[in-house]
């Protein structure tokens, strides 16, 4: 069963950065579309970026609230999606998990993203 190890997360200060990471344990992250999502307390999981497949092209898709702030990225030999996180601010604040599209039904812990001065 692939594993999904997502870390990077911390405390930011608004306009902060922050590099996400997440380390698969298939040889998954290059041949499958990636994902990003995060969940806000209280919140349902949503959709923050998308990576197609290297065959696919590796086209790149983000939520309206992150678009130019964020760029997903992916490193095959290494099998680990990135999740580049610039202008960060409180409404960010979330755990963020990765996953493969289609979604997995098992999800890593995800790693916890706070935005706040």
């Known amino acids: 069963q692939v594993q999904l190890v997502e870390s990077g997360g911390g405390l930011v200060q608004p306009g902060g950065s922050l590099r996400l990471s997440c380390a698969a344990s298939g040889n998954i992250v290059n041949l499958n579309t990636m994902v990003w999502y995060r969940q806000a307390p209280g919140k349902e999981r949503e959709l923050v970026a998308r990576?197609?497949?290297?065959?696919?092209?590796?086209?790149?898709n983000y939520a309206d609230s992150v678009k130019g702030r964020f760029t997903i990225s992916r490193d095959n030999a290494k099998n680990t999606v990135y999740l580049e996180m610039n202008s960060l601010n409180p409404e960010d604040t979330a755990v963020y998990y990765c996953?493969?599209?289609?979604?997995?039904?098992?999800w890593g812990q995800g790693t916890q993203v706070t935005v706040s001065s």
């Open positions: 996953n493969r599209w289609p979604l997995m039904t098992s």
């Open positions: 990576i197609s497949s290297v065959s696919s092209g590796g086209i790149t």
